[in-house]
């Protein structure tokens, strides 16, 4: 197992290495330069000073070089439009409300569509589950920004339960949360009420029928973990969608989060900020990844065994 | 012997989107103490749906019992409510299923799956149902048992795993047990050996068993009693002695007919023809009446009732009236007849062993 863990480390470390690369090339070719907004005030020889002072004026490849010399040392930078503070530093000031608002959306959304979904397998062909199907379309196909504002204009405008926008307290990331984790939510219950519908129809639930087992048991014993598995599939698409998401949630409810900063470095071409937070986006994901693979051993045994194999 | 369980005019209806189908349509049998009954009939004759109506696992709410009674310990099982054929669900009546590759639950190890309904029925403690499913292990043949009760289903050959199903079935001393199929999923040595097993224990605890397949060769191996059913009903009943030599029902003509036999060096196997009927309206007359090469002008009027032939043989069709033509099974079914009878001859057969 520790092995494997090691093994998949290494392969994440690739990765990281290809998507820096890519990253920095594509970055690159954005019009503009970190200086657009003040270049009026400068003159040609203050300018070529910044220019040269970041290493602006380097050939493309040394430039590219330089970086990764100091990312494998931990260094990623200064910032150009925070007054050269490290990118470090301004991405741990950022991360939590997002982190925070993340992981309450993704936990709160997958359970609730878990439950959602399971209750419409239960009572398939009822009201129950025509209600939640449909909650369930619309929760796919209409975009988080739309319920957003439509959040903020009931819950915080017309019926002032919640706030509308900030971060200062738990009540400031209801409205948020909720916005965030529909999606999730509503994948969830699609997923579960078909993976549920499949296990109920299988042969051992009969055999457990027929060993006089009570329904509820069924449910939550036999039943529930073996249609787990297909669900925990989408957990990593789904975050991923989630981190899109927080990109403009965060803009909606003005949430001090990385988002709402990552969109601003690409607006300003704030280079060594834009590759920190796609770096750290892409750790994330990778990370998600494996962790989906490690549950899919805890929860299928067949899993287990092949991948503990030495 | 006394009855064990006792089945009158049963009907079991499923209502789909195109109406109602009238899966099973008045089945009358008993299951005597210690007997092993075999239901043979083609695909959709309604054997599975009457094994599953004795254990009330039709599904709800789409399958329903309209009609019968299914007599079983002084109680009538199609008028339990569920809570209440839980207590006899895997106590009184248990069941093997036809395909062992799917009927383990794949996240659940073995020792689970079989404390289960010991700790449900039995109210044993956990220990006790452990040293009692290593017994039950033991019992069905599969070796180290103490090591493999920690196995999950998937660390287990075919064969195995039916042993486990088995075991489960037996844990709680059923007095009637219902095999769907328990070996057509097997390859053949090994539903050799599952059928052994089954006769083995059947010996040792005296269960019933409810046996039903389309293999007529298993019949003759594990069979005391055969009931033989068509389109919902059965067709023809009685000793595996009757049914196989002297059968009566065109229908039971056409199975041997189609039974393929080694010392026979027939060209081709004979297939009855047509389909059967559709069940969600079924033919007026006799449901066989289609298929039926010697048809008279009664069988597409009127049901044939159940005649007797002996005090055991009972089959439903109008060549048993008295006023019917003698008609003769077809040529290659009298070889069958006369095949059997030289190969065991009749007294032994009937010994089952």
Redesign the interface.
């Known amino acids: 197992m520790a092995k494997y863990i090691a093994q998949r480390i290494i392969y994440m470390i690739i990765t990281l290495f290809i998507i820096a690369t890519a990253t920095f090339f594509l970055m690159k070719l954005l019009p503009g330069s970190p200086f657009n907004q003040v270049a009026a005030k400068l003159s040609d020889a203050q300018m070529e000073i910044l220019l040269d002072r970041y290493g602006l004026n380097d050939p493309v490849p040394v430039q590219y070089l330089k970086y990764i010399g100091g990312l494998i040392q931990g260094d990623l930078g200064v910032s150009f439009q925070y007054n050269n503070r490290a990118v470090t530093d301004l991405i741990m000031t950022r991360i939590g409300p997002s982190a925070h608002l993340g992981a309450q959306a993704m936990v709160i959304g997958s359970i609730l569509g878990v439950i959602l979904g399971m209750v419409a397998a239960i009572r398939h062909n009822s009201w129950v589950d025509y209600t939640s199907n449909v909650l369930a379309v619309i929760g796919i196909s209409i975009p988080s920004f739309v319920f957003a504002g439509l959040l903020q204009y009931y819950f915080a405008v017309q019926w002032r339960i919640f706030p509308p926008s900030f971060w200062d307290g738990p009540e400031y990331t209801v409205l948020p949360t909720i916005a965030l984790m529909i999606f999730p939510m509503a994948i969830c219950a699609r997923f579960m009420r078909t993976e549920m519908m499949e296990v109920l129809g299988?042969?051992?639930i009969?055999?457990?029928?027929?060993?006089?087992?009570?329904?509820n048991?069924i449910m939550f014993?036999?039943a529930l973990?073996?249609a787990l598995?297909p669900v925990i599939t989408v957990i990593g698409p789904m975050t991923l969608s989630l981190m899109t998401g927080t990109l403009v949630i965060e803009q909606i409810f003005a949430v001090p989060g990385l988002g709402e900063q990552f969109v601003r470095s690409i607006s300003v071409n704030d280079y060594p900020m834009i590759m920190g937070t796609t770096l750290l986006f892409s750790i994330l994901f990778i990370g998600v990844i494996l962790i989906v693979d490690l549950l899919y051993g805890i929860?299928?045994?067949?899993i287990r065994?092949t991948g503990g194999k030495k | 012997m006394e009855n064990i369980l006792e089945v009158k005019d049963l009907h079991v209806t499923f209502d789909t989107y195109g109406g109602t189908v009238q899966a099973v349509r008045g089945v009358n049998f008993n299951l005597k103490k210690g007997e092993t009954l075999a239901i043979v009939g083609e695909s959709g004759s309604g054997k599975s749906v009457t094994t599953k109506a004795l254990?009330g696992?039709i599904p709800k709410p789409a399958g329903k019992i309209p009609k019968g009674e299914i007599l079983f310990g002084g109680k009538d099982l199609a008028k339990l409510n569920?809570k209440q054929?839980?207590?006899?669900?895997?106590?009184d009546i248990?069941?093997i299923?036809?395909?062992p590759m799917?009927?383990?639950?794949?996240?659940?190890k073995i020792s689970k799956q079989i404390m289960?309904?010991l700790i449900?029925?039995q109210k044993l403690s956990k220990k006790e149902a452990r040293t009692r499913a290593i017994e039950l292990l033991r019992l069905v043949g599969i070796p180290e048992p103490e090591e493999r009760i920690n196995q999950?289903p998937?660390?287990f050959s075919g064969g195995m795993r039916q042993r486990v199903?088995i075991a489960?079935?037996l844990?709680c001393n059923p007095q009637i047990l219902l095999a769907d199929e328990p070996t057509t999923a097997l390859d053949v040595t090994i539903q050799a050996q599952i059928l052994e097993l089954m006769k083995d224990i059947q010996e040792k605890t005296q269960t019933s068993i409810v046996f039903i397949t389309h293999d007529l060769g298993v019949v003759a191996n594990v069979a005391d009693r055969v009931a033989v059913m068509y389109a919902g009903k059965i067709v023809e009943i009685g000793t595996v002695d009757d049914i196989f030599y002297n059968p009566k029902h065109p229908y039971t003509w056409g199975l041997l007919g189609s039974m393929p036999t080694l010392d026979n060096d027939e060209d081709q196997l004979v297939a009855i023809p047509g389909t059967p009927p559709d069940l969600m309206h079924p033919p007026k007359g006799d449901a066989f009446a289609p298929r039926n090469p010697n048809v008279m002008k009664i069988d597409l009027e009127k049901e044939p009732p159940m005649f007797q032939v002996s005090d055991t043989h009972y089959a439903a069709t109008w060549l048993l009236h008295e006023n019917a033509p003698k008609i003769e099974p077809p040529a290659a079914v009298k070889r069958r007849m006369q095949g059997f009878a030289s190969d065991h001859g009749p007294t032994e057969e009937g010994e089952k062993r």
């Not at chain 2, 054929?85 to 106590?91: E, L, P």
């Not at chain 2, 799917?102 to 659940?108: A, D, G, K, R, V």
């Open positions: 299988s042969d051992y009969e055999l457990a029928r027929a060993k006089g087992v009570s329904n048991k014993k036999h973990r073996n598995i929860i299928d045994p067949r065994l | 254990m696992l569920d054929m839980q207590q006899i669900r895997g106590r248990s069941m299923f036809q395909d799917t009927s383990l639950n794949p996240t659940m289960e309904g449900q029925h999950y998937h660390q199903v489960i079935a844990a």
